[in-house]
């Protein structure tokens, strides 16, 4: 369910609410808790991520990273979320859609990451079919795709959870660990996100569908 106001293409987005977890814009004030997971979870991480920069988790790249986030949503080219818990307001992980991209195509990507305290007790899977609704009744959009490497069972199974679709493999795809990486590639169509949610019983976003 999505709550507070309806969103369009370059304006603020919703706080988006699922069962355990919230997903909001970042602020200056998450820097500390961000940077201490990121921190606390980068072995986790870095086999799955491009390469950070030890100078990434610094106050003053924070604030940069903000500025991009804003002049992204303002320019309708991504929309970035942290998620929370909804009973403590603790940081969990974050969740990026990136590439948006209008006219014919109408698309875009998701990708996300998860602390390493965290991982494995279903909170990314809940923030990825919340963010749904918010995709293609929110942004209008009709398709949102998303890139794994082969070995991480763990994103396949979510992925195909929220009824993501494989599509094909692309090799070298990514620059991930420092290595030019194959990955599998999946999407998801709006007709196919409503089937699911049909089937699993969700119930319908407080956005208005738009007829296709």
Same mark, same amino acid.
């Given at each position: 369910?999505?709550?507070?106001?309806?969103?369009?293409?370059?304006?603020?987005?919703?706080?988006?609410?699922?069962?355990?977890?919230?997903?909001?814009?970042?602020?200056?004030?998450?820097?500390?808790?961000?940077?201490?997971?990121?921190?606390?979870?980068?072995?986790?991480?870095?086999?799955?991520?491009?390469?950070?920069?030890?100078?990434? $988790?610094?106050?003053?790249?924070?604030?940069? &990273? +903000?500025?991009?986030?804003?002049?992204?949503? #303002? =320019?309708?080219?991504?929309?970035?979320?942290?998620?929370?818990?909804?009973?403590?307001?603790?940081?969990?992980?974050?969740?990026?859609?990136?590439?948006?991209?209008?006219?014919?195509?109408?698309?875009?990507?998701?990708?996300?990451?998860?602390?390493?305290?965290?991982?494995?007790?279903?909170?990314?899977?809940?923030?990825?079919?919340?963010?749904?609704?918010?995709?293609?009744?929110?942004?209008?959009?009709?398709?949102?795709?998303?890139?794994? $490497?082969?070995?991480?069972?763990?994103?396949? &199974? +979510?992925?195909?959870?929220?009824?993501?679709? #494989? =599509?094909?493999?692309?090799?070298?795809?990514?620059?991930?660990?420092?290595?030019?990486?194959?990955?599998?590639?999946?999407?998801?169509?709006?007709?196919?996100?409503?089937?699911?949610?049909?089937?699993?019983?969700?119930?319908?976003?407080?956005?208005?569908?738009?007829?296709?």
């Amino acid at each position: 369910m999505i709550s507070l106001f309806k969103s369009g293409a370059g304006t603020a987005p919703p706080t988006i609410n699922a069962k355990r977890v919230f997903l909001r814009i970042p602020g200056m004030d998450d820097h500390m808790d961000w940077a201490h997971l990121r921190e606390q979870s980068r072995t986790f991480l870095t086999p799955w991520e491009p390469v950070w920069h030890p100078s990434d $988790l610094t106050r003053a790249s924070f604030k940069r &990273r +903000l500025k991009r986030y804003t002049q992204d949503i #303002r =320019e309708d080219r991504g929309y970035s979320f942290f998620i929370f818990d909804k009973d403590t307001d603790s940081l969990l992980g974050g969740l990026s859609l990136t590439n948006v991209r209008r006219g014919v195509t109408q698309s875009c990507s998701v990708g996300y990451w998860m602390g390493a305290p965290h991982a494995g007790r279903g909170y990314m899977s809940e923030a990825v079919q919340a963010i749904i609704p918010f995709v293609f009744d929110g942004l209008k959009l009709h398709r949102v795709e998303a890139a794994c $490497l082969p070995e991480n069972a763990a994103s396949i &199974r +979510l992925l195909e959870k929220a009824g993501f679709e #494989r =599509e094909g493999y692309a090799k070298q795809f990514l620059c991930i660990n420092g290595r030019w990486q194959d990955h599998i590639l999946f999407g998801l169509i709006r007709r196919t996100a409503d089937k699911s949610a049909v089937a699993n019983g969700n119930q319908k976003s407080d956005f208005p569908n738009e007829s296709l």
